[in-house]
């Protein structure tokens, strides 16, 4: 949960987003203005200096509250504690509260920088660590209020949200997948966006990741609501993402290709790879790769040429001959691979040739009965109610 934190009991907060892990603070950084988007933190300095003062305030005995600083950047974070260390308990003895902020931005500057190299960043996230104390002590003690309290957020309108496109929410997955954090979100409660390898991310954090970027602002969960009558699940689905209730099994590999094949598409040329990706993940699931040969043999065999047996398009009336074999695609018509047990057997009559189109369409359909199917049996599970 982001928090704020107030010069005094009444007095409006800094701006500047403080997390607690533990025994830790985390002060994120400041930013300036980039690419449209207003300076972020400004209020940085005056926060370190109001964090640093009010625990030092509960210094006694001897022990100071105080443990050490470190820097807590990205790449700070994928190294030691040695290499991100900028100050130890020690060294602040004897500093004023001013003195030790100097210090700590100081380090915090000259850190990563070459030798007789000049500027640097003084204003970098910080994890103060501090001991003897909880996370309800520290709370309590630094007197932080939630980053939602400081001040209303007025909901988006669904043109603005519509600004979204399947681009940014590509991005947006990928910079959650690279280790972004998105500390304005929670982990989601009721669905999950699901990825082609099973990883499980909170819908709303991608939308909100999206949203920065196409609007360039900082997203807040009131911002925008979640749900399948909402902008945020409709343009997750349009991107060729699937979004899943977080009670159900995690589907298999196939299920999520075939869905995530028929859902409705808005992508880029952007995220073309993506879909090239899926496309090799498709053959690799097809349990045994050997039938799709033996089966386009087997028909032209018992046809004399390969054709699709829905639509009865002809390849080679379209494409040289070295080529019109691929646009027929093999289909397991009789058992879906998502429905087959461990030791399955496939016959060729299980089997069906379709083109590409046909293919698609075919899983499409496959894929709203299903979704009617589960819509009814939740109605059915729920019943009618009374007031």
């Known amino acids: 949960m982001l928090y704020c934190i107030p010069d005094g009991e ?39 200096l109001t964090i640093i003062r009010r625990l030092r305030a509960g210094d006694h005995a001897g022990q100071p509250v105080i443990a050490r600083v470190l820097l807590d950047s990205r790449p700070a974070r994928k190294m030691s504690a040695d290499r991100r260390l900028l100050v130890e308990a020690a060294e602040l003895s004897g500093l004023g509260n001013d ?13 990563g ?9 003084s204003t970098k996230a910080l994890r103060i660590e501090t001991q003897g104390c909880s996370r309800e002590i520290l709370h309590a003690m630094l007197g932080l209020m939630e980053w939602r309290d400081r001040q209303p957020v007025a909901r988006l309108s669904a043109a603005e949200q519509n600004r979204v496109t399947a681009s940014h929410i590509d991005r947006a997955v990928g910079r959650l997948r690279s280790g972004k954090h998105a500390p304005n979100f929670d982990d989601s409660r009721d669905y999950d966006v699901l990825l082609d390898d099973g990883t499980r991310l909170a ?3 991608i939308f909100g990741l999206a949203l920065e970027e196409a609007l360039g602002i ?6 925008f609501s979640a749900g399948w009558s909402q902008p945020c699940f409709r343009i997750l689905e349009a991107a060729g993402y699937l979004i899943v209730p977080k009670e159900e099994p995690t589907p298999t590999a196939d299920e999520i290709l075939h869905v995530q094949n028929v859902l409705p598409g808005a992508r880029t040329a952007n995220s073309g790879s993506e879909g090239a990706l899926r496309l ?24 004399g040429f390969l054709h699709c047996e829905r639509c009865r398009m002809d390849p080679s009336a379209h494409y ?5 074999a691929a646009c027929i695609e093999v289909h397991h018509a009789r058992v879906q691979v998502r429905d087959m047990q461990a030791g399955h057997v496939t016959v060729m009559e299980d089997l069906q040739c379709l083109c590409a189109n046909c293919h698609r369409v075919t899983h499409r359909e496959l894929a709203l009965a299903a979704r009617e199917l589960r819509a009814r049996n939740r109605s059915l599970s729920i019943g009618p109610t009374t007031i």
């Not at 907060?13 to 207003?38: F, Q, V, W, Y």
């Not at 003195?99 to 850190?111: F, G, H, M, P, Q």
């Not at 040289?320 to 019109?324: G, H, I, K, L, N």
Request: glycine share 10%; net charge positive.
């Open 10 to 48: 009444h007095a409006d907060c800094h701006d500047a987003r403080i997390e607690l892990e533990g025994a830790a603070i985390l002060l994120h950084s400041r930013g300036g203005a980039t690419g449209g988007r207003p300076p972020r933190n400004t209020g940085y300095e005056k926060a370190l």
């Open 320 to 324: 040289e001959a070295s080529v019109a």
């Open 203 to 205: 819908p709303k954090r």
């Open 218 to 223: 900082e997203a807040l969960p009131e911002h």
């Open 113 to 121: 920088q070459a030798p007789g190299v000049s500027g640097g960043n």
């Open 99 to 111: 003195e030790a902020v100097t210090l700590i931005k100081s380090r915090a500057k000259d850190w």
């Open 280 to 303: 090799v993940m498709h053959m690799r699931k097809e349990r045994d790769p050997k039938l799709t040969t033996d089966k386009k043999a087997a028909f032209i065999a018992e046809h």
